[in-house]
T-cell receptor
Framework: KAGVTQTPRYLIKTRGQQVTLSCSPI?????VSWYQQTPGQGLQFLFE???????NKGNFPGRFSGRQFSNSRSEMNVSTLELGDSALYLC?????????????FGEGSRLTVL | DQQVKQNSPSLSVQEGRISILNCDYT??????FLWYKKYPAEGPTFLIS?????DKNEDGRFTVFLNKSAKHLSLHIVPSQPGDSAVYFC?????????????FGQGTTLQVKP
């Protein structure tokens, strides 16, 4: 069974630009959540999508947005990039049948903002 | 407001000995507690979890202990192996409506020396 796939793996942007990251969940998993990992803040929850609907949102500004498609693939977008947005963005999927918190993470997209 | 805390940024142990990683939390409403392991350039992988109604869960070399009165959990690895060297994240989750929303600690880097 293929794991969670994130693209691109690495990208460099400049301040003010926008970026779109993509995530393909494990086949059959309908829940996709996104996390930001930085050295200072650790892993922080961005949002979760289930059946194309945002079910949960973390404490991030409106510049961070996402969506989920009918095939459960998800994208997240960050607009008007700031230096502090440099981070590893992790996508995770789950079947969402039982809420035990077990998530399957992708390898992440490493974003550098210059 | 950090609801899940790992106060030790790093831990070094000798191969074959016990590794004990600690985690404290403040929210008594958490339903499940989990440990994730992360190698460099990879996403976190689920290791072991415990329900808030249990006080111990064991899986091979890994045992998680939960002390609800102290709001403390720990992960024991016995015996430790060099391949266990990684960053370990403690995480917690509340309620059925928060499937993808894990609250993570800052992580503890474990080094197991041969």
């Amino acid at each position: 069974k293929a794991g969670v796939t994130q693209t691109p793996r690495y990208l460099i942007k400049t301040r003010g630009q926008q970026v779109t990251l993509s995530c393909s969940p494990i086949s059959g998993h309908r829940s996709v959540s996104w996390y930001q990992q930085t050295p200072g803040q650790g892993l922080q929850f961005l949002f979760e999508y289930f059946s194309e609907t945002q079910r949960n949102k973390g404490n991030f500004p409106g510049r961070f947005s996402g969506r989920q498609f009918s095939n459960s693939r998800s994208e997240m977008n960050v607009s008007t990039l700031e230096l502090g947005d440099s981070a590893l963005y992790l996508c995770a999927s789950s079947p969402r049948t039982v809420n035990t918190g077990e998530l399957f993470f992708g390898e992440g997209s490493r974003l550098t903002v210059l | 407001d950090q609801q899940v805390k790992q106060n030790s940024p790093s831990l070094s142990v000798q191969e074959g000995r016990i590794s004990i990683l600690n985690c404290d939390y403040t929210n008594s409403m958490f339903d499940y507690f989990l440990w994730y392991k992360k190698y460099p350039a990879e996403g976190p992988t689920f290791l072991i979890s415990i329900s808030s109604i249990k006080d111990k869960n064991e899986d091979g070399r890994f045992t998680v202990f939960l002390n609800k009165s102290a709001k403390h959990l720990s992960l024991h690895i016995v015996p430790s192996q060099p391949g266990d060297s990684a960053v370990y994240f403690c995480a917690a989750i509340t309620g059925s409506s928060n499937t993808g929303k894990l609250i993570f600690g800052q992580g503890t880097t474990l080094q197991v020396k041969p």
